[in-house]
């Protein structure tokens, strides 16, 4: 958006046309009206950003309109360099509407920025004192705002700084909540869908004693602030290296596992998620604090470069790693795992995974049997060294190559193929807690992509 400076000339033209409007709604529809406007100090009264207020007040407005089901008889937005105008026509008792409104501007946190007038169907403003409100507060003293106004008691480069910390402010805190309840909603569909060759959904708990559905719920709960953390580090990070990133990452990464532990009584629920969902996290603070684009293209980079020197060094130092199931198969057969699918950019997901689950969902197929696919397509390109661990390697190509032969035969395998699977894991003791993972990874990105990566 161009940036325009206005000057007073230019604002006392747009209020005599706002009033004009207004009259002009009430004589039309003889109804209440509804007038929003931002209180934006300085020349300068549009911006995206400014915009992207305006809209937040539109937002919340008609979600209070809606609950309370108030019919909204005309909506009409104008965005100009004056500003911009919401005019909303509702069918309500006017005490009513003053109230829902003045409430608004009194709890929203960007409350204060938001002018919302209330003309009663007789043409008359109503006042907040019709309503029993005190005077609005100052928005950096908390005094009475006309008392302040009136005197100029601040200067314009106060309130105009005041104004931008608290949009900004607002709108950073916004996307961390969006972005990490994206992360846990992904867990949760990952443990929800039914059913999973040897993995604990809600029909089982597959080859697991140790833990239950409900567990993995436990466990995504307790990881809500830690996934936030991540996404903080990721935009406070942005001008470091990728690598700097990373080792904060790692920090935050072992708190989130100690929540896991204790959420579950030291059972493993999600260990590999808290690495893959956090580099990921991490990765879109970054592209955030870069103004990058939000598409599984750029995340999944990101989390390549985020993740490969780490990956590099621990595969050039296997010997002097702590001998986990990990290591010991990269030393034994050159399987880089989860931290090998990382450092490349999640390839797996990106051109197996997320198209499958994609396109299943838009062929109407639902989130279970979209789930359930997507899982036996990861499983069969990606190496799950769970199913390795808990077996052997020879184990693991016999079921590669039973899961190829499934789906060369049959594109999007039914349920009932699928249950079968799950009773062959299960007598095996087989779960591929590795794609699993993956899985849970194409939920995040899907969700991401359908919030059109705002």
Known sequence: ???????????????????????ELIRKYEKNVICFTLNIAGP????????????????????????????????????????????IVVDCDNIEIKCIMSEIEDTHPLGRLFDIDVLAHDGIKMERGVVGLSERRCLICGGP??????????????????????MEEYFFDNFIEKIASFAIKALLYEVSVSPKPGLVDRFNNGSHHDMDFYSFVDSSVALIPHFKSMIRIGIETTMETPEKTFRKLQYEGMNAESAMFNETQNVNTHKG????????????????????????EQILGECGALSKTYAEFVFNHIEQQRPTAGCQLYKKYGIKGVRGEAADGFPTVLNTGLPILKKALAEGYTKDEAGSITLLYLLSEAVDTNIIARSDYPTYIDVK???????????????????DLDHQFISKNLSPGGAADLLAICWFLY???CDDGE
């Open 44 to 87: 300068v009264k549009n911006s995206d950003l400014i915009q992207k207020t305006f809209e937040e007040g539109v937002t919340c407005i008609f979600n209070q309109l809606r609950v309370r089901g108030i019919a909204v008889l005309f909506f009409e937005k104008i965005h100009e360099a004056t500003g911009n105008e919401a005019f």
């Open 273 to 296: 998620a808290i690495f893959s969902i956090g580099i990921i996290c991490g990765a879109i603070g970054r592209l955030k604090g870069n103004g990058g684009k939000l598409t599984a």
């Open 447 to 449: 969700f991401i992509e």
């Open 145 to 166: 705002v006309h008392r302040c106004s009136s005197r100029r008691v601040h200067p314009a480069e106060e309130l105009q700084k005041k104004t931008f910390q608290m």
């Open 1 to 23: 958006m161009e940036i325009r400076k206005v000057q007073v000339t230019d604002m006392m033209a747009a209020r005599e046309a706002r009033a004009f409007r207004q009259q």
């Open 401 to 419: 190559k039973q899961l190829n032969e499934i789906l060369n035969k049959e594109k999007y395998p039914a349920a009932a193929i699928i249950r």
